[in-house]
Structure formats: structure tokens, C-alpha cells
């Protein structure tokens, strides 16, 4: 009966340790997907920001002019 006892809990051991393992790497994978969507998306919007500044000179004919964006989030700012 303790030998039962002692299989049963190696084997979910060792199936917590994989399941543990699989969150593990799924979460990494998370986290890298999202600094990657994070990183995209903040040169794009200074890229859209210069521009826009540049064009908002451009159409007031004042290099005094200023036009800029600002992000509601700083953390996530391409969810608003």
C-alpha cells in the first residue's frame, strides 16, 4: 500500500513539475510577446509624433508652434 501511495506521489509530482515548467515558458513567452508589442509601438508613436510636429509647423508657419502627443497609459499606451 505505501509503495501505491509513494508511485502515486512521484507521478503527480512530476506532472505538477511539468505543468509547473509549461507555465513557466508560456508566461516567458508572454512577457517577451509584450515588451516586442511595447517596443513597436513607442517607435512608431515617436516616429507619429515628430511628424506631427513637424507638419503642425509646418501649417502655422511658426517653428514656435508646438504639437505633441501624449500617451493616457505610460505603461500600455497603445490600449487607448
Known amino acids: 500500500r505505501s509503495r501505491e501511495v509513494k508511485t502515486t506521489f512521484e507521478l503527480t509530482n512530476a506532472e505538477f513539475e511539468r505543468a509547473r515548467n509549461a ?16 517596443d513597436r509601438f513607442n517607435a512608431l508613436y515617436e516616429h507619429v509624433s515628430t511628424c506631427i510636429d513637424d507638419i503642425y509647423k509646418s501649417l502655422t508657419n511658426s517653428q514656435a508652434a508646438v504639437a505633441c502627443l501624449t500617451a493616457e497609459d505610460a505603461e500600455e499606451p497603445y490600449k487607448g
Not at 507555465?23 to 511595447?38: D, H, L, N, P, T
Open 23 to 38: 507555465a513557466k515558458r508560456a508566461r516567458q513567452a508572454f512577457e517577451k510577446i509584450k515588451k516586442e508589442r511595447y
